[in-house]
């Protein structure tokens, strides 16, 4: 109860303060702004307090203070706006003079009434997929099944990561180490895992403090890719479409999915058992236009809340240029912008790759000094506050091997030449919206011009560098250009549609469009609502929990390096190596910690320093440790006293404590099996 409320404090505060930074902004908008702000406030106090109190509730009860200052001084000055307001309409109906009366009269208009908004879409659209994206979110999140823990296909591997993250920042210091590999610092964005620790630390269930968020979160995105889209095209019907053109993109996948169907029925049912054969996702015939809500939002959490700062921050670089108060609206984007980099390091990149393409084309096109100026001021405020992440924590990890470099058209170019010739590969990938948008470009109205300019500023260097070592990462970059390409085309596209008003077929047409444009983002969608997959075993579990309660924070634990690991995910301890699929990811050097293990569990007697080496406390013998080649159990058994057992489950003391405690008997906090 007690996190439900902090988290609602936040949500409150961050409100408070949208209402005081724009009265102009109509009542949707800046609900959406302040949920974002809100958001990010609770992402990032308490991490910054953790740097001198730790990762603690003193850490939490520091920046609730700082957080309740903000909504108060957000409240006060609501309430000298409205009374500027009031004062301002009482002197003008009174005759009194003004120095700007038109534009007061304007401003309190504004602030009034506000713009209209594309309130309808959003009553009937975003309520339906916050239902979906929220039952997402409860069964793919450690959803109990007989002692168990289930996850869904596409968080079966990424869920893992993120636990180990959230329950090891427990009480820790700061800046943080992997888990997964001690001595490393964490330089993974961790700051959407921290606000699951917060929520853990006011009393919040492991599970309950991912699904909250992330449902608030993909709710919060549905609404932030509709308020963009009408800024763009200042059309409910166009605005509502492009919403589900994003929701459920997965291109021409589906057509392999039905290929051969009359002749084997069974492949159609392949698209919902099959493991990573969802339409969306078909490596094997370079479908890789993964759908957004099951393959990107559920699972990467980093991704979902870099979207949440993203979204606002594109919505405010659009009006910057026109902005009433340039310096002030400069600073605000700033602010946000300089945050992004430990939320979300693409969504940061993204969102400078398109200023620069956006505000490069306005100043070149309309040569206006408050473009310039207001462009420098962002800049400035941004660097100020990233550069210090990104010398931190980001350009070490990017400068490792294999990082940043250059690699033309993505996940087609294998090193030997394309797969597929290159337009081929991007209209199967992106499916009917991509001829569209290829062809808006033709016909574009002056003022989406520099809209479509920062579009394409990300696609051309998403096309000709990679920012990490997976090939596919790139389409965290090349999501942001279809946000932003999607609504100039469907523009395009209803202006076609008008002027096919003498064929009767047009509407097929445009049914015919929409459908081809969601199919295999639905059929994905519904795939990934069938899946269910055990990722913990009860016996897992019952070993976490016991660890947990009775082994101190920060304890090193031995064990295999399978990703799904008990230990350093649900217990929060460290292992002294994690999975290669995560370290090699991230630009860390572990293979000799890799070595290690393997050397240990095979020759526990002769390998005693790796115990000694990483300070490790506990050895543990599971199902994962047992299929390590030539493992001697029986010499770790001879060596080490046995702490606990449950199932196959085997925990020893490897500590200065061996042999102070004895082996606790099996209890309903514990079962055995």
């Not at 002030?328 to 945050?339: C, E, M, N, T």
């Not at 202006?495 to 199919?519: D, K």
């Not at 000799?592 to 002769?606: I, N, Q, S, T, W």
């Amino acid at each position: 109860m007690a996190a439900s409320l902090v988290l609602a404090g936040y949500l409150l505060a961050g409100c408070a303060l949208a209402w005081a930074l724009f009265p102009g902004r109509g009542a949707l908008w800046r609900v959406w702004f302040g949920f974002a702000a809100g958001l990010t406030l609770f992402m990032w106090l308490p991490a910054l307090f953790a740097f001198r109190l730790d990762f603690t509730m003193a850490a939490q009860k520091a920046s609730l203070g700082v957080m309740g200052a903000v909504g108060i001084a957000s409240g006060v000055m609501v309430c000298l706006n409205r009374g500027r307001a009031r004062t301002s309409g009482q002197s003008i109906q009174t005759g009194q003079t003004s120095s700007q009366p038109s534009q007061i009269s304007q401003t309190s208009r504004s602030s009034q009434t506000g713009p209209r908004e594309p309130l309808r879409a959003f009553l009937v659209i975003v309520p339906i997929l916050a239902v979906v994206a929220a039952y997402l979110q409860y069964t793919h999140t450690l959803l109990p099944v007989g002692g168990a823990l289930h996850t869904g296909q596409s968080t079966y591997g990424d869920l893992s990561l993120h636990l180990s993250i959230a329950t090891s920042l427990r009480n820790a210091s700061f800046p943080p180490e992997y888990a997964l590999l001690p001595g490393s610092r964490l330089a993974y964005p961790f700051l959407m895992d921290a606000l699951s620790t917060s929520l853990t630390l006011w009393g919040m269930e492991l599970r309950w403090s991912f699904i909250i968020p992330g449902s608030l979160m993909c709710a919060h995105v549905f609404t932030g890719i509709l308020l963009l889209a009408w800024r763009v095209t200042r059309s409910e019907r166009l605005s509502g479409l492009a919403l589900a053109l994003m929701v459920f993109c997965g291109g021409f996948g589906f057509l392999y999915s039905w290929d051969l169907v009359g002749a084997d029925p069974s492949r159609f049912m392949e698209i919902f058992t099959g493991f990573y054969r969802a339409p969306a996702n078909l490596t094997d015939v370079n479908i890789r236009w993964s759908n957004l809500l099951a393959d990107m939002w559920i699972p990467q959490r980093t991704f979902l809340a870099g979207w949440v700062v993203l979204l606002p921050a594109l919505s405010l670089t659009l009006d910057l240029p026109d902005s009433g108060r340039p310096w002030r609206d400069a600073a605000v984007l700033g602010v946000i912008a300089g945050g992004m980099p430990l939320i979300h390091t693409h969504s940061f990149l993204a969102l400078g790759l398109f200023s620069a393409g956006y505000l490069g084309w306005r100043c070149v096109a309309e040569r206006k000094r408050t473009v310039v100026l207001s462009g420098v001021a962002y800049l400035a405020v941004t660097l100020a506050l990233a550069l210090p992440q990104l010398v931190t924590y980001t350009f070490g990890q990017a400068s490792a091997e294999g990082f940043v470099r250059l690699h033309f058209n993505w996940v087609n170019n294998g090193g030997a030449g394309l797969r597929d010739s290159y337009l081929y590969f991007w209209i199967k990938n992106v499916g009917p919206p991509m001829p569209l948008i290829l062809l808006s470009l033709f016909d574009l109205p002056r003022e989406r011009r520099p809209i479509a300019a920062g579009a394409f500023a990300i696609f051309i260097a998403a096309e000709l560098v990679e920012f990490q070592p997976n090939d596919y990462d790139n389409n965290k970059l090349f999501y942001v250009w279809y946000l932003m390409a999607l609504p100039c085309a469907l523009a395009f596209g209803a202006r076609v549609y008008g002027r096919l008003g003498g064929i009767r077929a047009r509407q097929v047409m445009a049914g015919a469009f929409a459908l081809l444009s969601v199919a295999s983002g639905v059929l994905t969608v519904i795939r990934e609502w069938r899946g269910d997959y055990e990722l913990y075993s009860a016996n897992a579990v019952s070993m976490a929990r016991y660890v947990e309660d009775n082994t101190p924070p920060g304890s090193v634990v031995l064990t295999a390096t399978n990703h799904n690991n008990p230990i350093s995910a649900l217990a929060g301890r460290k292992v002294v190596c994690g999975p290669d699929i995560f370290l090699h990811y991230h630009g860390l050097d572990y293979s000799e910690k890799m070595a290690d293990v393997l050397r240990f569990y095979a020759d526990p007697e002769g390998s005693r320093y790796v115990v000694e080496d990483n300070d490790v406390a506990y050895v543990l013998v599971g199902d994962y440790e047992r299929s390590i080649p030539g493992i001697d159990e029986a010499a770790i058994a001879r060596m080490y006293d046995l702490a606990f057992e449950a199932g196959g489950y085997r925990l020893y003391r490897a500590g200065d404590d061996v042999g102070a405690e004895a082996k606790p008997e099996p209890d309903a906090n514990y079962p055995d099996g």
